[in-house]
Nanobody
Framework: QLQLVESGGDLVQPGGSLRLSCSAS????????IGWFRQAPGKEREGVSC????????YYQDSVKGRFTVSRDNAKNTVYLQMTNLRAEDTGTYYC????????????????????????WGKGTLVTVGT
């Protein structure tokens, strides 16, 4: 079964840190650009950070620059999102997605354009920032 599985979501206090993981089963992540997206209650899903298949190119939404770091370990078939200095507005369900390999696309497009082609979505992990 081809799937992405996110983990690491939790309740954390403002200013705290979390590391999310996105692992693949049934296929290799190594050839896919990977994106982290989030959806807060009552809001549309938004791209948070995206990383190229090689890991060389990354994109961050302005609100998370300097606080979040995306990385990948293709040998472990896993992509990470290290989140620090978390704020209440970071609360939401975080999803990882694997970009389609059928077309070349940029990490910025993957994170910002709704027509960027996605091959697989995970089911999400909940991050709650509060007391």
């Amino acid at each position: 079964q081809l799937q992405l599985v996110e983990s690491g979501g939790d309740l954390v206090q403002p200013g705290g840190s979390l590391r999310l993981s996105c692992s693949a089963s049934g296929f290799s992540l190594a050839t896919h650009r990977i994106g982290w997206f989030r959806q807060a209650p009552g809001k549309e899903r938004e791209g948070v950070s995206c990383i190229s298949s090689s890991g060389i190119n990354t994109y961050y939404q302005d609100s998370v620059k300097g606080r979040f770091t995306v990385s990948r370990d293709n040998a472990k078939n896993t992509v990470y999102l290290q989140m620090t200095n978390l704020r209440a507005e970071d609360t939401g369900t975080y999803y990882c997605a694997a970009g389609s390999t059928r077309r070349i696309d940029s990490v910025q497009n993957m994170c910002t354009r709704s027509d960027s082609e996605i091959a697989y979505w995970g089911k999400g992990t909940l991050v709650t920032v509060g007391t």
